[in-house]
């Protein structure tokens, strides 16, 4: 039994069927890897987790997606709380245009955080988990738009710890980085699996084999196998699997 | 017959210069023409002295208040107007015909003249709601009449602010109106002041929708329900009724310069914007 339960989660753009029955457990603590060619729903299935879905026009979701014992999907789901305990690292590091301090503290302004002392306290913390604060803290005034790429990227994971999420979702979090700043970026999963369960989907398959725990494998909107990180890349099941680990495929 | 290409370039390009110069030379002109008659009788006292004699004598102290007051009463109104309708169509409702129809309303409502304007304004606010004439119907005049640029540069606004910083205020669990609070108006506020400002130069400048909603009073307004005359206003009656040519002109020049130095501003405001976004 998992954090995530997903069952038979079937998600519609209009009359186009992005994902067909997906039903997967997702573990605790853990870094979960979804490859897959592009268009193969692996993104699509990563943002109906937080149902960060529902701001695109004319989708439909069926079956279920279980997070700490709820359905996300039911009526009425406080979707406020749900993004608070799931959080989401972008393909693009997109702080916004204001100084370190504000893009830090934002979520915990938004979910009513008022008190100078403590924001400081929670700042130094998120900082400090994405080793940020020693290169930071004389500039905490500076416009975040003129950090380098890499420390954009670790400012966006700072200003989502600073909420306390339980899981992190990663879409493609390092493929506007360099070579290096991917290495750090990748350290740094390892390092934050201790504290969130994450949940990454890439498109280079050596940082899956390289940083997760478990990969699942997407092709046309249909999960085709899933299983511990070193069995689907040595021995998969499924002959679509091993062609694309081959590099037969995609 | 064939022309020459190298000819033809070099005729088109003399065409096309000559126009511009002809653009240009004209607005200096009326610039030029109009400060030329007017600075003359402008002076310290004509700005701070109020009118003598129906115009004939003093300064335009009362209608430069008039117009200040008639303008901030309408941009008041307006602006919480437009940039909420600007919110609402941006960010509350999916594109569909319904916004399309609401779009196109606030098109035809900036293509319909001043004049139906003023007229509109007098027969709901003056008569059936018994504003008379006042500061108070003139303002609301003129705030539909401006209602259409502020909401469209709201909206152009609103819509240049890159759409990864809503995602990203979603996902940290912000509501739709913490997103637009803290994230969508603060970029864009440089853009809808532009546009506030331009409407501020369309109201000050306007005539035919003020004359018949606020009246022509020529004392400095005492409340919300009294009558007041624009510098406009003021001009139009002056040269119309052959009041004082010299005191008309006075009112133009003073009208051209602020007119001027607002969309100065505008531009400068604009160019700020761009550089934020480029």
Redesign the interface.
């Known amino acids: 039994m998992g954090i995530i339960e997903v069952r038979d989660l079937c998600f519609y753009y209009g009359s186009f069927q992005a994902l067909d029955r997906i039903g997967l457990d997702i573990e605790k603590n853990r870094i979960t890897a979804l490859i897959g060619p592009s268009g193969c729903g692996k993104t699509t299935f990563l943002r109906s987790l937080n149902r960060m879905t529902d701001m695109i026009e004319n989708v439909r979701v069926t079956g279920r997606v279980i997070i700490d014992g709820e359905d996300i999907y039911r009526p009425g789901a406080d979707l406020l709380a749900l993004r608070k305990k799931v959080g989401m690292v972008f393909q693009r590091p997109n702080p916004f245009p204001l100084s370190v301090y504000d893009n830090v503290v934002y979520g915990l302004r938004v979910h009513g955080l008022r008190d100078k002392r403590r924001l400081e306290e929670k700042l130094v913390r998120s900082l400090e988990s994405v080793h940020l604060w020693e290169e930071l803290k004389d500039r905490l005034d500076a416009n975040a738009l003129t950090l380098s790429g890499e420390q954009q990227q670790r400012l966006c994971i700072a200003r989502l710890v600073a909420v306390e999420p339980e899981i992190v979702l990663m879409d493609e979090p390092c493929s506007a980085l360099d070579l290096a700043a991917t290495a750090n970026i990748e350290d740094l999963m390892a390092e934050l699996k201790k504290r969130y369960t994450i949940v990454i989907v890439t498109h280079n398959m050596q940082q899956a084999a390289r940083v997760s725990d478990f990969t699942g494998y997407f092709l046309l909107g249909e999960l085709v196998e899933i299983g511990a990180t070193h069995q689907i890349f040595t021995t998969p099941r499924d002959p679509r699997t091993e062609d694309y680990i081959t590099g037969r495929f995609g | 017959m064939r022309v020459d290409p190298r000819v033809e370039q070099r005729v088109v390009g003399a065409l096309l210069w000559s126009m511009t110069v002809v653009t240009v030379a004209v607005l200096v002109f009326i610039i030029a023409f109009v400060l030329k008659k007017g600075l003359p009788a402008v002076d310290w006292g004509f700005l701070v002295e109020n009118p003598v004699d129906m115009g004939k004598g003093g300064g335009i102290f009362s209608t430069i208040i008039g117009t200040i007051v008639l303008t901030a009463g309408a941009i008041l109104v307006a602006t919480p107007l437009g940039v909420g309708t600007a919110i609402f169509l941006t960010e509350y409702t999916?594109e569909g015909p319904v916004t399309r129809i609401i779009r196109f309303g606030a098109e035809c409502l900036a293509g319909i003249p001043s004049i139906i304007f003023g007229l509109f304004g007098f027969i709901l606010f003056v008569t059936k709601l018994k504003f008379g004439w006042s500061i108070l119907s003139g303002s609301l005049t003129l705030a539909f009449m401006i209602l259409p640029t502020i909401i469209r540069t709201s909206e152009e606004a609103i819509k240049s602010v890159?759409p990864?910083?809503?995602?990203?205020?979603?996902?940290?669990?912000?509501?739709k109106w913490?997103m637009v609070t803290?994230?969508v108006l603060p970029?864009a506020l440089p853009g809808i002041v532009t546009g506030i400002v331009l409407s501020v130069g369309r109201s000050i400048g306007e005539t035919a929708a003020v004359i018949f909603t606020a009246g022509s009073a020529l004392r400095i307004p005492a409340s919300l329900f009294s009558s007041s005359r624009t510098m406009s206003v003021h001009f139009y009656i002056l040269a119309r009724e052959g009041i004082s040519m010299t005191n008309a002109y006075g009112t133009a020049a003073v009208l051209i310069v602020a007119i001027l130095g607002i969309n100065i501003l505008t531009y400068y405001l604009m160019h700020r914007f761009i550089r934020k976004y480029s």
Do not use: H, I
Request: aromatic content about 16%; proline content about 6%; charged content about 10%.
């Open positions: 999916w890159p990864g910083f809503r995602t990203v205020s979603f996902s940290l669990g912000s509501t913490q803290r994230v970029s």
